[in-house]
């Protein structure tokens, strides 16, 4: 069975930090035209906005860098852009 992208992000996420909130948002769609290759179609631009315990206590920029490193797989198989909002149980958020 094929698997979309998004998907699969959305699976390592949940098993790496059991968030108690997860959105894995495509917006390639958004980003037509940015570049010439760039058709608005595909899985090319990715926003994250998770919420998980695990963050207690962890700095954005650690928080960021954790997500990265689990994401680099995809990111070094062609994802173009990663957009990360990460929070702890509590904090605010704009979402």
């Given at each position: 069975?094929?698997?979309?992208?998004?998907?699969?992000i959305e699976r390592k996420?949940?098993?790496?930090?059991?968030?108690?909130?997860?959105?894995v948002i495509n917006e390639?769609?958004?980003?037509?035209?940015?570049?010439?290759?760039?058709?608005?179609?595909?899985?090319?631009?990715?926003?994250?906005?998770?919420?998980?315990?695990?963050?207690?206590?962890?700095?954005?920029?650690?928080?960021?860098?954790?997500?990265?490193?689990?994401?680099?797989?995809?990111?070094?198989?062609?994802?173009?852009?990663?957009?990360?909002?990460?929070?702890?149980?509590?904090?605010?958020?704009?979402?």
């Amino acid at each position: 069975m094929e698997t979309t992208l998004q998907s699969r992000i959305e699976r390592k996420l949940t098993d790496a930090f059991a968030p108690e909130r997860l959105a894995v948002i495509n917006e390639s769609h958004l980003h037509a035209g940015h570049q010439p290759d760039m058709t608005g179609t595909g899985e090319t631009h990715i926003r994250i906005r998770i919420v998980s315990a695990k963050f207690s206590g962890m700095p954005r920029l650690a928080r960021h860098r954790a997500i990265n490193e689990l994401l680099k797989p995809e990111l070094d198989a062609g994802l173009h852009a990663l957009a990360v909002e990460p929070a702890a149980p509590g904090e605010a958020v704009r979402w």
